[in-house]
């Protein structure tokens, strides 16, 4: 079965307990997944409903404010178990996006690209500071949710690494 990324991240917050979409919403951001997911607030309903469609979760009624409770189904667990291995396992490029920038930087002028590098090490290391910070006040969080403070900050450690080495080998020219 097809899964969209933003499916198998829903269905992952949705294998700890059954939640509404309002409280899907806080734990994407208070994980900090909004800088790596293209989950809009806007589409969660829109993806719980998709998944209840072809039967990885279904809803209940509940009082209150959210009138829909959703948890998965265990064709949803056995389906999310598959595509968890297969994106543990495939290798896909980790950040695309800074990648294909880099592709096509023959266009920027030298000093620009070299502003452009500055800027975004000082946001690395600001969300590196912010993550850290959040990181501690979530130990208690699911093994999931501590993987992925640790994968995002050692993959913020890295790309700056690249970047200050970058910045040097730039500057020697």
């Not at 979530?138 to 910045?167: G, T």
Request: aromatic letters at 4%; a positive charge; charged letters at 25%.
């Amino acid at each position: 079965m097809k899964l969209s990324l933003s499916e198998q991240l829903i269905l992952g917050i949705l294998c700890e307990q059954a939640r509404h979409g309002y409280e899907i919403e806080k734990i994407i951001n208070e994980r900090g997944m909004r800088k790596w997911t293209e989950v809009g607030f806007s589409s969660i309903y829109f993806v719980l409903d998709k998944l209840e469609a072809k039967g990885l979760a279904t809803s209940t009624v509940t009082a209150g404010k959210e009138k829909k409770q959703f948890a998965i189904t265990d064709t949803g667990i056995s389906e999310l178990k598959h595509k968890a291995i297969m994106l543990i396992t495939e290798r896909q490029p980790a950040n695309s996006h800074l990648m294909t920038g880099l592709a096509t930087s023959q266009l920027i002028k030298s000093t620009t690209l070299h502003t452009a590098l500055k800027k975004r090490r000082g946001t690395l290391a600001t969300d590196l500071a912010a993550l850290q910070n959040k990181q501690s006040s979530l130990l208690h969080a699911p093994r999931s949710a501590q993987q992925l403070f640790s994968l995002s900050e050692a993959l913020l450690r890295a790309e700056l690494n690249w970047i200050n080495e970058e910045l040097k080998r730039r500057d020697k020219k």
